[in-house]
């Protein structure tokens, strides 16, 4: 079985300020993991995926996701955060002998100016 | 190049009509996948399609929910006898291959009255 938590329903910052979004996973072998991310009426955009190889990866816009395996964490950060990355965000996984993915219930980020 | 496509983008049909879903995928993705986005929820597998291979279709809600592919590309997502619970957004996504990030459509936002 696979699955993901997104501890957060929502999440708000400053702009300019650094903005972190949670993702805790559980599958039964190796995790492929990935994040999205939905702007209103939008379908769901890739922002970064970790398969393998460096902990940190990094991702469209500016993100970066760190892998933890000890934490079975993949949390979505940025640095520097902009208004125009608020929108829902949701982290996914799978088994890597698995053929669909398992998304998180989603977090909404707003940024304020 | 073109991305994953979906028509309509919106349907309202009555309760108890059937509805069909198309699915474009980008070309030369071998994996098609259907989700459904209920309002305030997350994203529901629904069906999978790999190449040739037979459909994984552990996420249809109930044998109302159909779906083909045909000549490996096109898909249609086929409601029977639609409900009041049926009403969500039905997102389609393709990859490469199956280990690979998926791409998403726009969406088919279905109203059922």
């Known amino acids: 079985a696979q699955s993901v938590a997104q501890p957060e329903d929502q999440v708000n910052v400053a702009e300019g300020n650094p903005l972190t979004v949670k993702c805790t996973y559980s599958?039964?072998?190796?995790?492929?993991l990935f994040w999205y991310v939905q702007y209103p009426n939008r379908g769901l955009q890739f922002l970064l995926k970790y398969i393998t190889g460096d902990n940190l990866v990094k991702g469209s816009y500016g993100f970066e996701a760190e892998f933890n395996k000890s934490q079975t964490s993949f949390h979505l950060k940025k640095p520097s955060a902009l208004v125009s990355d608020s929108a829902l965000y949701f982290c996914a996984v799978r088994d890597y002998r698995a053929d669909k993915l398992s998304f998180g219930a989603g977090t909404t980020v707003t940024v304020r100016a | 190049g073109a991305g994953v496509s979906q028509s309509p983008s919106n349907k309202v049909t009555e309760k108890g009509k059937d509805v069909e879903l198309r699915c474009d995928p980008i070309s030369g993705h071998t994996a098609l996948y259907w989700y459904r986005q209920s309002l305030g929820q997350g994203l529901e597998f629904l069906i999978y399609f790999q190449g040739n291979s037979a459909p994984d279709k552990s996420g249809l809600p109930s044998d109302r929910f159909s779906a083909e592919r045909t000549g490996g590309s096109v898909s249609t997502l086929t409601i029977q006898r639609t409900q009041q619970e049926d009403s969500a957004v039905y997102l389609c996504?393709?990859?490469?291959?199956?280990?690979?990030?998926?791409?998403f459509g726009p969406g088919t936002r279905l109203t059922v009255t």
């Open positions: 599958v039964s072998g190796n995790p492929y």
């Open positions: 996504a393709s990859s490469l291959e199956r280990a690979h990030e998926q791409y």
